[in-house]
C-alpha cells in the first residue's frame, strides 16, 4: 500500500481512503485544507494500471492500511475518512480494531450485497476497452464530479486496466457486507450518501446505522456519487464538525 503524508508534526491523524477509478489525489482539497492543523495520511491502495497487481480483497487491505497506522501514526488519535470502496475499506479496518479510531466518515458505502455479482461482473468485462477512449473517460469522470484540472489524470488511473484486478475489485465491492464486529466500535462515526445515489447506497446507510449505536446520518441534497468531490467545501466543514465533536 502506498500513502502520502502531510503535516506530519501535527497530534492527530486523519485517514483518507479514496475511491475505486480514483486515487488519492480525490482529497486535495480536503488536505489542502486539514494538513495545517491535522497529521493528513492518503492511502493508494488500487492501481489498476499495475500488471503484476496480487489479489485485492476489502479485508486485506484494512489489515494493511492497520499496519501502516501502526508505523506511521503510533500513539496518535486517529480519524478514518473514506469514500466507496474506501469507505468499505473503513468499515473494515473499524471493525477490525473497535477501539482505534475516534471518529470515522464513511461515505457512500454499499453494505447490501448485489444479487448475481460475479455475473453482472463478467457482463461488464468486455466494456473495459472503452477506458482507452478519451471521450468516454471524461463523461465517466464528469458523472462522478471530477474537475477538469483531474481529466488527465483520470484517464491515466484507467486507461490500461489489469481486467484481473477490476474483477476482483468489482466483485469484493458488490458482496461486501457489514462485518459482526462493527457493533463494537466506539468510534463517532457519521454516514453519508448523496441524495441522488442509487437506492440500494441509501439501503446500505440504513443498515450500518442500525448496525451501531454511534452511528448519525446524513443525506446530501442534489448530489450523486460524489460529496468529497462535488461539494468539497461542504464536505470539509461536515468532517470539522465531527473531528471537534470527538
Known amino acids: 500500500m502506498n500513502y502520502k503524508e502531510y503535516g506530519t508534526d501535527n497530534p492527530t491523524m486523519i485517514v483518507f481512503l479514496h475511491g475505486g477509478g480514483v486515487g488519492g489525489w480525490m482529497w486535495d482539497k480536503q488536505v489542502e485544507h486539514f494538513s495545517e492543523t491535522y497529521h493528513c495520511l492518503v492511502a493508494e491502495f488500487l492501481d489498476f494500471n499495475k500488471t503484476d497487481a496480487g489479489v485485492f480483497t476489502i479485508s486485506e487491505a484494512a489489515d494493511d492500511l492497520l499496519l501502516l497506522i501502526e508505523s506511521v501514526g503510533a500513539d496518535k488519535p486517529v480519524s478514518i475518512v473514506g469514500f466507496s470502496i474506501g469507505a468499505q475499506i473503513a468499515l473494515s479496518a473499524l471493525s477490525k480494531k473497535p477501539t482505534l479510531f475516534s471518529t470515522a466518515m464513511i461515505n457512500s458505502a454499499l453494505v447490501k450485497p ?58 469484493e465491492n458488490m458482496t461486501f457486507q457489514i462485518p459482526a464486529s462493527f457493533s463494537e466500535v466506539t468510534s463517532k462515526i457519521l454516514v453519508t450518501v448523496g441524495e441522488k445515489e442509487i437506492r440500494s447506497i441509501k439501503a446500505s446507510m440504513a443498515e450500518i446505522v442500525s448496525a451501531n449505536r454511534n452511528v448519525r446520518a446524513m443525506i446530501v441534497p442534489g448530489i450523486g456519487h460524489g460529496f468529497p468531490l462535488a461539494e468539497p467545501i461542504v464536505f470539509n466543514e461536515t468532517l470539522e464538525d465531527l473531528l471537534k465533536a470527538a
Do not use: G
Not at 464528469?142 to 475489485?169: G, H, V
Open 114 to 171: 448485489v444479487p448475481f455479482a460475479k455475473m453482472l461482473t463478467k457482463v461488464m468485462l468486455p466494456t473495459l476497452p472503452l477506458t482507452k477512449n478519451r471521450t468516454f473517460s471524461d463523461i465517466q469522470a464528469k458523472s462522478m464530479y471530477i474537475s477538469k484540472e483531474y481529466l488527465d489524470m483520470y484517464y491515466r488511473s484507467n486507461k490500461n486496466i489489469n481486467s484481473r484486478l477490476f474483477a476482483d475489485t468489482m466483485i
